[in-house]
């Protein structure tokens, strides 16, 4: 193999381990709690000796506000990457609403242990992470106010005040999702992901409705 081939080998095997690394905190992280959580156990679960933890990271703190940066910069980037149809009824927005909703829902799902960290866990463990956090609803506030502003616009909300009503739309999908992702309630209940989603788009819609011309 030429020295090239070698470098790229060990630069794969680096990534990947740090892959593992990443995963094996996502686990004890959700499981355990930041507080309880040891780098020690980190590392077993990857089978690699605990110095090897620190050619990655400086400390258990550090590799925790990575995981929970991962994790808002899913969120955002999903409601981001959105690209509804052309909102000129509250039909089309209803089926634009419910695709963006399965979307995130994927998302959350496809990453349950980040999400357990953050509902569980971010907000209690160390102030400097409260910036990240801040600057994560202020950003996700932001478009889902303009976003309110155009759908007034193009007639299917009602005006009415479009940050709040942003942000009550965020505290209400974050219970919805605590309660079926953290806590397990509306799971155990036997809720499935699609209705959760069909309930919250149905609020959103019955709190932003008008005598308009188009039927609900």
């Not at 507080?35 to 679960?45: D, L, T």
């Not at 933890?53 to 969120?75: A, P």
């Not at 509902?119 to 932001?142: C, D, M, R, S």
């Not at 992702?181 to 209940?189: C, P």
Request: negative net charge.
């Amino acid at each position: 193999m030429s020295d090239i081939g070698r470098r790229k080998s060990r630069s794969e095997k680096r990534a990947d381990r740090r892959v593992a690394i990443k995963q094996a905190a996502i686990d004890v992280f959700s499981e355990k709690g930041y507080h309880a959580a040891k780098v020690s156990q980190i590392v077993k679960r990857v089978g690699v000796a605990q110095g090897t933890f620190y050619l990655y990271y400086e400390s258990k703190h550090q590799i925790f506000g990575e995981l929970l940066n991962d994790f808002l910069t899913l969120v955002v980037e999903t409601v981001a990457n959105w690209e509804p149809a052309e909102l000129d009824s509250r039909e089309v927005l209803r089926e634009e609403l419910t695709n963006v909703g399965v979307q995130l829902t994927n998302v959350i799902l496809e990453n349950q242990g980040l999400a357990t960290i953050f509902f569980k866990e971010a907000l209690a463990v160390a102030p400097e992470f409260n910036q990240l956090i801040e600057e994560f609803y202020e950003t996700l506030g932001a478009m889902l106010t303009n976003f309110n502003g155009i759908l007034c616009e193009r007639g299917v909300i009602k005006p009415m005040n479009f940050q709040l009503l942003a942000y009550m739309t965020i505290g209400m999908v974050e219970r919805v999702i605590a309660e079926y992702i953290v806590t397990g309630v509306l799971a155990e209940g036997g809720v499935e992901p699609e209705e959760v989603v069909e309930h919250l788009v149905m609020h959103f819609l019955a709190g932003t409705s008008e005598a308009v011309p188009t039927k609900l």
